[in-house]
């Protein structure tokens, strides 16, 4: 291939890759080098022939197009094989595990998927009379059933469209409670190992962000906690099961510290799938939590969306959750909004989103809710519990697991960097695995332990599977504390090599240029 309009241009293998001498082409086994649709398209052609428009009077009031716009035209063989091509260079939960930890990736069941499609939930509008969608509501409803439910927390906002958006809508709950009584705070209090979207929110909210420190065991330091609870605390936002996977044992110790200054508490509910069906954190004093039922509950993540991050309420922040939702009324549900709010809900702080919150996702967790039930919930965390143990102790002599004397991990099994060869980093074992088939682990987070690698499997994956993955990490590790150098320019095999990750992210190039800019990275 020579170097394309864009000039970019695959970078050749170095000597001693196994790639012959051959000419260059790029081409790997069964994986096709492939352009950029703008370089193998012509603007000239189009993959259909359209009878030309009618001569009509413009309706566009003098908008309509004046030039082409120059799209690439491929036939259909060329359009399929480009796509398909370009979806083979990726990774997906469909081709392999995926062991990002804190992301609890699990198999999407094809039965979500059908339910989805039902032409009663997908093809509805948020703006129908509600006597037409009585079927949709009532999906809802099942869903914050079953949220409250599970948690033990007697309310539930459906609409938050994340988790992050769910913690929004936590701290906007608790921001409102509090200028409510008319003590409005200005410190939320946030343990070292929370995932960045907690701090992130409570600044948001404009409050002030302090650090918890954690134990030696990797839990919240309640003494700590305790010293610096006083007037000014509005928040805790502690993630349970935490992000060391480790469950916060202390937790009601901690909820009740908080409440006895007049504070609230915020639960990271990310990590759910730990103890869904075993433990109900309403029974530990949370007062709001948000559930990602793109984890837990199995519906599709990645790529940025869509997701679904309901929060549960306790009592205390009910009255101040936001609208609309469904209530059900004698004859069917009805959905509560500001007209309606005043009668029982004056104190919500208003709304999330414009409409109902992620109906396509509601569908989805509702089958798996159902098809699971409550059994099979609880079978679900037990499965995923042990799956991360037998990797932790199916890789603790070779890796270093910082935590591994606090007894059974959770849902996670977390490891640092210490054995490694001088020199020899997380990043190098990420890469690597790549070479191995495998998606990277979540790297570098938490920050608490020296490079960091986390690794949650989840309950969908077999032993077999398991054992391919830690047989492929544990090889990659022992290269690791060798001190292997071809560790160091991995991934070899992949589609493109070792990129540079802050380039990559700081000057990504996403407009296709005639000429792209020469710095920049691919
Ligand atoms: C995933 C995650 C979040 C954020 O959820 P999003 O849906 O990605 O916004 C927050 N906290 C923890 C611990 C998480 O794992």
């Not at 603007?43 to 009878?51: H, K």
Request: charge should be negative.
């Amino acid at each position: 291939m020579s170097v394309n309009q864009s000039g970019w241009r695959p970078e050749r293998p170095e000597a001693g890759d196994g790639d012959g001498a051959g000419t260059f082409t790029g081409n790997r086994a069964l994986m096709l080098e492939e352009a950029l649709i703008f370089e193998i398209g012509d603007t000239e052609t189009t993959g259909v022939d359209f009878a030309p428009a009618p001569a009509a009077a413009s309706r566009l009031a003098g908008l309509e197009r004046r030039r082409p716009i120059d799209l690439p035209g491929l036939s259909e063989p060329e359009a399929v094989r480009h796509y398909t091509r370009l979806s083979r260079q990726n990774y997906a939960i469909d081709l392999g595990l995926f062991p990002l930890g804190s992301c609890t990736m699990k198999h999407n069941p094809r039965l979500n998927e059908k339910m989805a499609r039902l032409a009663g939930f997908a093809d509805i509008h948020p703006l129908q009379p509600i006597d037409t969608v009585q079927g949709g509501l009532g999906l809802i409803h099942l869903v914050a059933e079953w949220m409250t439910a599970l948690t033990g927390m007697p309310a539930v906002a459906m609409s938050p469209k994340a988790g992050a958006h769910g913690e929004l809508c936590g701290l906007l709950a608790i921001r409102s409670a509090l200028e409510a009584r008319g003590d409005a705070r200005s410190v939320v209090l946030v343990p070292e190992s929370a995932h960045g979207t907690n701090p992130a929110t409570a600044a948001f909210c404009g409050y002030a962000v302090e650090n918890i420190p954690a134990t030696a065991e990797g839990r919240v330091d309640l003494a700590a906690l305790k010293a610096r609870l006083g007037p000014d605390v509005a928040a805790v936002m502690i993630t349970n099961p935490n992000t060391c996977g480790l469950f916060e044992r202390d937790m009601r110790a901690i909820s009740d510290a908080v409440h006895a200054v007049g504070g609230l508490v915020y639960c990271d509910g990310a990590n759910f799938n730990a103890i869904v069906g075993r433990v109900r954190p309403g029974d530990l004093g949370i007062d709001a939590m948000h559930i990602n039922l793109h984890k837990t509950f199995s519906t599709p993540h990645g790529g940025g969306g869509p997701g679904s991050g309901p929060v549960v309420f306790s009592d205390a922040l009910a009255p101040f959750a936001p609208l609309p939702f469904v209530e059900r009324t004698e004859d069917g549900f009805r959905l509560i909004e500001e007209e309606t709010a005043q009668e029982h809900h004056a104190g919500s702080f208003g709304r999330m989103v414009a409409f109902h919150g992620q109906m396509g996702m509601f569908v989805r967790a509702a089958a798996y809710l159902l098809s699971h039930g409550a059994d099979g919930l609880r079978q679900v965390s037990g499965d995923a519990v042990l799956n991360a143990n037998y990797v932790l102790r199916s890789l603790d002599d070779l890796l270093d697991a910082p935590f591994g004397e606090s007894g059974p991990c959770m849902h996670e099994a977390l490891f640092s960097d210490s054995g490694f060869a001088d020199g020899f980093t997380t990043l190098d074992v990420a890469k690597a695995l790549i070479d191995e088939g495998f998606h990277p682990m979540t790297m570098y987070f938490p920050l608490v332990v020296h490079g960091a690698m986390l690794i949650e499997p989840t309950e969908t994956e077999s032993k077999a599977a398991l054992d391919q993955f830690i047989g492929a990490l544990r090889s990659v590790a022992e290269r690791a504390r060798a001190g292997d150098a071809a560790l160091k320019s991995a991934p070899h095999f992949a589609p493109r090599r070792r990129l540079d990750e802050t380039l990559a992210a700081r000057k990504p190039v996403l407009v296709w240029k005639d000429e792209a800019p020469a710095e920049a990275a691919e």
